[in-house]
């Protein structure tokens, strides 16, 4: 397999605000962050074709082509840009409607290594703490890494919030895999998982 060579967003460089309505329905929602080609969105999709499915991209020629992919469905909506910025912005409005946060994935995101560069990774204290004042306590994050000290270090900001761990798990969820997933674990790497909410 070609090594792959991509260039990271730096997210707080990305200030554009975005605004959602609402999908006019109480029906339960998935998010996908960060979700580069979608098939994890998709695979869930055929699985839970009643539900509804918010995207975050960052990269907008990748958000584009994540519109296309779902343009047929309109309990798809992609947004691109800062999902972190966003996140409430575009998810209290559905929880207005009485729609469940029903899981929010964050798959494999950009570990952003170096410490001077750790405050754009997207689960960070700051912004779990900043959840409690909107997003219901059911609502349960699942993190998938390949990267064990980031594993590790994700644990760390949580020990900083009302949110606790409630599984470290081993298979992909919905037995669903993610491009970047496949390539890793192709390349023999181990994958840690992780689901978390407000107890
Ligand atoms: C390592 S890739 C993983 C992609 C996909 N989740 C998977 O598992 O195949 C991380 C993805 O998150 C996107 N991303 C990074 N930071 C983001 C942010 N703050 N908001 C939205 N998307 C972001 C990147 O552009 C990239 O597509």
Redo the contacts with the bound molecule.
């Keep these: 397999m070609p090594k792959r060579v991509r260039t990271h967003?730096n997210?707080l460089s990305i200030t554009h605000e975005f605004h959602f309505e609402g999908f006019g329905n109480d029906r339960p929602i998935f998010v996908d962050?960060?979700?580069?080609?979608g098939e994890?969105t998709e695979g869930l999709l055929a699985q839970f074709p009643d539900c509804n499915f918010v995207v975050?991209?960052?990269?907008r020629p990748?958000a584009e082509k994540l519109r296309e992919k779902f343009a047929d469905h309109e309990n798809v909506v992609v947004f691109h840009g800062?999902?972190?910025l966003n996140f409430r912005n575009i998810l209290e409005p559905c929880i207005a409607q009485g729609a469940q946060i029903k899981e929010i994935f964050v798959?494999?995101?950009?570990p952003w290594f170096k410490d001077r560069h750790k405050k754009r990774r997207?689960i960070t204290t700051k912004f779990l703490n900043s959840c409690t004042d909107w997003l219901p306590a059911e609502t349960e994050f699942i993190f998938q890494t390949d990267q064990e000290f980031l594993f590790n270090e994700t644990k760390e900001y949580l020990a900083e919030t009302p949110y606790e761990i409630t599984e470290e798990f081993s298979k992909p969820p919905y037995d669903q895999t993610?491009?970047?997933?496949d390539a890793k674990v192709a390349e023999g790497k181990e994958i840690w998982r992780m689901r978390f909410k407000r107890l």
């Design positions: 967003v997210p962050v960060g979700a580069y080609k994890f975050f991209e960052i990269r990748i800062d999902a972190g798959n494999f995101p950009d997207f993610t491009d970047w997933e």
